[in-house]
């Protein structure tokens, strides 16, 4: 089970670019590394999905290494509805779901 | 794409009451899962479905939870007797089976207080 390992919180300023860094140390050759955003009383929302190096979409980028032992999820020019927390993922759902692992998450809180 | 849609979003129940959630997963996923989660904790898998065959539970689903897909569209997840440690928000999510890893998308729950 490739557990993650985050910050649990942080902070940053309206404007600012945030990353957010997740370690996987025990990732296995097939597990994909996807990142959730969750509000207040609302489900997980997917934010961005890379298997190596550097995915990028409208909302975030996503870097990681060639070890892929660890990822960083980038967010820019954060605004205050950013303020939520984000959860980094590591497995397959093609090998079943017991190994899609949230932890605790990073809560961000975005300063005006 | 309606997104997933779960019922009731709240539901306050005695202990050693039986509770019913339902869920309706995106209209093409095949695959659905349930995931509790406590406050200030992530969500934690409790069980998964492609279809209507519950293909994973997790250990933490005790006999008092169970959870039913029965055409292989909407899912139900039941608790009987429920106890205080019940008291969580129950998630529910559902996604493709293509590809290596389809993303989950998930509603936004039904939270159970247990008094």
């Known amino acids: 089970l490739a557990k993650t390992t985050q910050p649990i919180s942080m902070d940053s300023y309206e404007g600012q670019e945030v990353n957010i860094t997740c370690s996987h140390n025990n990732i296995a050759t097939n597990d994909y590394i996807t990142w959730y955003q969750q509000f207040p009383s609302q489900g997980p929302r997917f934010i961005i999905q890379g298997y190596k190096t550097k995915v990028t979409n409208e909302v975030a980028s996503l870097f990681i290494p060639a070890d892929r032992k660890s990822s960083t999820l980038s967010l820019p020019r954060v605004s205050l509805s950013d303020t939520a927390v984000y959860y980094c993922l590591v497995g397959a759902t093609q090998t079943g779901a017991n190994n899609l692992f949230f932890g605790t998450g990073t809560r961000l809180t975005v300063i005006p | 794409d309606t997104g997933v849609s779960q019922d009731p979003r709240h539901k306050i129940t005695k202990r050693g009451q039986n509770v019913t959630f339902r869920c309706d997963p995106i209209?093409?996923?095949?695959?659905l899962y349930w995931y509790r989660q406590t406050l200030g904790q992530g969500p934690e898998f409790l069980t998964y479905f492609q279809n209507e065959a519950q293909l994973e539970k997790s250990r933490l689903l005790s006999d008092r939870f169970s959870a039913e897909r029965p055409k292989g569209s909407f899912s139900t997840l039941e608790i009987q007797r429920t106890e205080q440690g019940d008291s969580a928000m129950y998630l529910c999510a559902s996604s493709l089976a293509v590809g290596v890893n389809s993303p989950l998308h998930f509603g936004n729950g039904t939270r159970l207080t247990v008094t």
């Open positions: 209209s093409e996923h095949n695959r």
